[in-house]
């Protein structure tokens, strides 16, 4: 890994999760200065981390984290959106609360977290985890889950077109493999898709905005 993520800084969301715990150790031992956001501000944080507590379903304390980070920290360069939910059930059995519940969670945040990264990045990455369901043929009992992760990819196709300054990509992985778990199911593992989007906030990439990076591992 080179040098080139030393004393930037780069917010992720969901910093507390499988998921967005591991992307910011991987982001800190690359020498980010990472702003961890979630619901409740996480703790045990590697060197170079900081915790906010942030709802990023609303917009005022997504706004008031964004400001936070930035008179706080610094700039911000990068932005790794891991925010998300699952669930699945057959479209006729979907009710609109758990539609929306499932938007609110996996879109609108991405939404409300890239349009303040838009409003203050002069430069940089944003890489948002979207997934296989919403970048391939949608499953059945996944309406709402891959219209979600479809619309994330959407999203970021559009922030790449208003804002050539911003090197913005979709993360697509299939299964996300923890450790402890069958390393012969079919997936990628955290550690490697926290690489990937480590590389992702570098000046090495992306090679495209606005494009899709399918991670499906050996699945």
């Known amino acids: 890994m080179s040098d080139s993520l030393s004393g930037r800084i780069v917010i992720v969301t969901g910093a507390g999760g499988r998921l967005g715990s591991v992307v910011v150790r991987h982001l800190a031992a690359a020498g980010a ?11 045990a944080l590697p060197d170079g981390a900081r915790g906010w507590a942030t709802d990023v379903t609303d917009e005022r304390a997504v706004q008031d984290a964004f400001d936070a980070v930035g008179s706080e920290m610094g700039p911000v360069w990068g932005l790794v959106h891991t925010v998300g939910m699952w669930d699945g059930a057959p479209l006729a059995e979907t009710t609109l609360e758990a539609w929306e519940r499932v938007m609110r969670l996996n879109l609108t945040s991405a939404f409300l977290c890239a349009r303040e990264a838009a409003r203050r990045m002069d430069g940089g990455r944003i890489v948002a985890i979207a997934s296989r369901q919403g970048a391939d043929a949608a499953p059945a009992q996944q309406a709402a889950y891959a219209a979600s992760k479809a619309g994330v990819i959407r ?4 922030t790449a077109a208003e804002h050539p300054e911003i090197a913005a990509v979709a993360v697509a992985p299939s299964m996300i493999l923890f450790g402890g778990e069958d390393s012969n199911a079919s997936g990628v593992s955290a550690e490697a898709l926290a690489e990937l989007c480590t590389r992702l906030c570098g000046d090495a990439g992306p090679v495209h905005s606005g494009s899709v990076l399918r991670a499906y591992g050996n699945g």
């Not at 200065?33 to 703790?43: G, I, K, N, Q, S």
């Not at 999203?155 to 559009?158: F, S």
């Open 155 to 158: 999203l970021v196709e559009a």
């Open 33 to 43: 200065r990472v702003a961890a956001l979630d619901r409740t501000a996480p703790e």
